[in-house]
C-alpha cells in the first residue's frame, strides 16, 4: 500500500512552475537609451565603463555585460541579414545579366548559323571567277579593318 501524501507535498505539486518572464525585469527607456548610445561608441565594454554605467543606471555590471552581450549579437545578425541582402541583390543583377547573355549568344549563334548557309548557297550560284574577285574584296576589308 502507498503511503498517502500529505496535503503541502500535493498543493507545491500541483502549482504551475513559474514563468521565467515573471522574473525577468524590463529596462526603463532610459536605461535602454543609455545602453544604446554606449553600444554605439564601442560594442564592447570596458570592466571600468561597467560599473560606472551600471552604477549609473541602478544596473548589477552582470545586467549590462549579458546587455552588451546580447546586444552584439542582434547586431551581428542584422550584418549577416543586411550582408545577405546584398549577395542576394547582387546575385539576381548577375543572373538576370547571365541569362541576357545567353540570350544574346543564342542570337548570334542563329545569325552566324544564317550567315554560313548564305555563304554556301552564293559559293554554289556565283560563277568561281566572281567568288575569287570577292574573297578578295573580303580579304582587303578584313586586312584594312586588322591595320586601324
Given at each position: 500500500m502507498?503511503?498517502?501524501l500529505e496535503n503541502s507535498e500535493i498543493s507545491n505539486f500541483k502549482k504551475p512552475f513559474k514563468n521565467k518572464c515573471e522574473n525577468v525585469k524590463r529596462f526603463t527607456d532610459e536605461q535602454v537609451k543609455l545602453l544604446e548610445t554606449m553600444f554605439k561608441l564601442g560594442t564592447k565594454i570596458e570592466p571600468r565603463e561597467k560599473l560606472k554605467l551600471?552604477?549609473?543606471?541602478?544596473?548589477?555590471p552582470r545586467q549590462?555585460?549579458?546587455?552588451f552581450q546580447n546586444k552584439r549579437a542582434r547586431w551581428k545578425s542584422k550584418q549577416l541579414e543586411h550582408e545577405y541582402r546584398i549577395l542576394q541583390s547582387n546575385f539576381d543583377n548577375l543572373n538576370m545579366?547571365?541569362?541576357s547573355l545567353k540570350t544574346e549568344?543564342?542570337?548570334l549563334l542563329i545569325q552566324?548559323?544564317?550567315?554560313?548557309?548564305?555563304?554556301?548557297i552564293l559559293?554554289?550560284?556565283l560563277p568561281r571567277n566572281l567568288w575569287k574577285r570577292i574573297n578578295f574584296v573580303l580579304f582587303f576589308f578584313k586586312t584594312v579593318g586588322d591595320i586601324k
Amino acid at each position: 500500500m502507498e503511503p498517502e501524501l500529505e496535503n503541502s507535498e500535493i498543493s507545491n505539486f500541483k502549482k504551475p512552475f513559474k514563468n521565467k518572464c515573471e522574473n525577468v525585469k524590463r529596462f526603463t527607456d532610459e536605461q535602454v537609451k543609455l545602453l544604446e548610445t554606449m553600444f554605439k561608441l564601442g560594442t564592447k565594454i570596458e570592466p571600468r565603463e561597467k560599473l560606472k554605467l551600471a552604477r549609473e543606471l541602478g544596473l548589477q555590471p552582470r545586467q549590462v555585460a549579458i546587455w552588451f552581450q546580447n546586444k552584439r549579437a542582434r547586431w551581428k545578425s542584422k550584418q549577416l541579414e543586411h550582408e545577405y541582402r546584398i549577395l542576394q541583390s547582387n546575385f539576381d543583377n548577375l543572373n538576370m545579366q547571365f541569362e541576357s547573355l545567353k540570350t544574346e549568344k543564342e542570337r548570334l549563334l542563329i545569325q552566324v548559323s544564317y550567315l554560313i548557309s548564305l555563304v554556301k548557297i552564293l559559293t554554289l550560284l556565283l560563277p568561281r571567277n566572281l567568288w575569287k574577285r570577292i574573297n578578295f574584296v573580303l580579304f582587303f576589308f578584313k586586312t584594312v579593318g586588322d591595320i586601324k
